[in-house]
Each structure stands twice: as C-alpha cells, then as structure tokens.
C-alpha cells in the first residue's frame, strides 16, 4: 500500500507559480500510476494531470494545458506539479492519486474512481 503526502501549496498573485510536490512512502511509485486532482468549493473533484508508470505518457485537462508541467521521479518515490501562469480558477484543494498499473487508463484518466490511493490535499489559492 503506497501513502502519499502533498506540500508545496499557498497564496499566490495571479500570473505567478508554485510547484507541488507529493511524497510516496510504503510502496515503490513505479509500481503505480499518478495523477493530481483538484477540488474547489462546491464543485466535483476534477482530474488535472496524469502520469503513466514510467512518466512517459503525460495528459493534462484542457484547462491547463501549456500552464502545468507534471513529473514522477520513481527513483526519489516523489511526484510533482509545476504549475505556471496560474489564475484565480485554479484555486481548489490539490490531491496527488495513485492507481494500480495494471489498469488500463486511457481517457478515463481523469475519473477519481481509476484510483485507489490519495493524499491528504494541498490548497491553493490565486488571488490578488
């Protein structure tokens, strides 16, 4: 069983940039597939980025495209989230998720049931 820690969330001005980082301990990450979420108030959790086994597939949602960058360093057992030119829809509580890779994912990437472990949550806020 893998856990997972997220860190690296805050307050920032529109335009800026933070990275998020997700820890895994218990388990190798290699044997997973990830993906980071984000939930904001009184909205659905949604998918935001995805990362196969050995980080060589990348998918992100249409909202952040050419903003965020993800990454999954198996060998530091560490996933993170660059998140660049961010704006005030981005705020939300940020997830890091892990699904067995034995799944097949595809365009179902992006549904919080394909996973099977999660972090705590990490909030960011955009605001002026």
């Known amino acids: 069983q893998v856990q997972l820690v997220e860190s690296g969330g805050g307050l920032v001005q529109p335009g800026g940039s933070l990275r998020l980082s997700c820890a895994a301990s218990?388990?190798?990450?290699?044997?997973?597939?990830v993906a980071w979420f984000r939930q904001a108030p009184g909205k659905e959790r949604e998918g935001v980025s995805f990362?196969?086994?050995?980080?060589?597939?990348?998918d992100y949602a249409d909202a952040v495209k050419g903003r965020f960058t993800i990454s999954k360093d198996n060998t530091e057992n560490m996933v993170y989230l660059q998140m660049n030119s961010l704006k005030p829809e981005d705020s939300a509580v940020y997830y890091c998720a892990a699904g067995d890779s034995s799944r097949t994912y595809g365009s179902k990437w992006p549904r919080p049931t394909m996973y099977g472990h999660w972090g705590q949550g990490t909030q960011v806020t955009v605001s002026s």
């Open positions: 990362a196969s086994v050995n980080n060589i597939i990348n």
């Open positions: 218990g388990s190798s990450l290699s044997n997973y597939v």
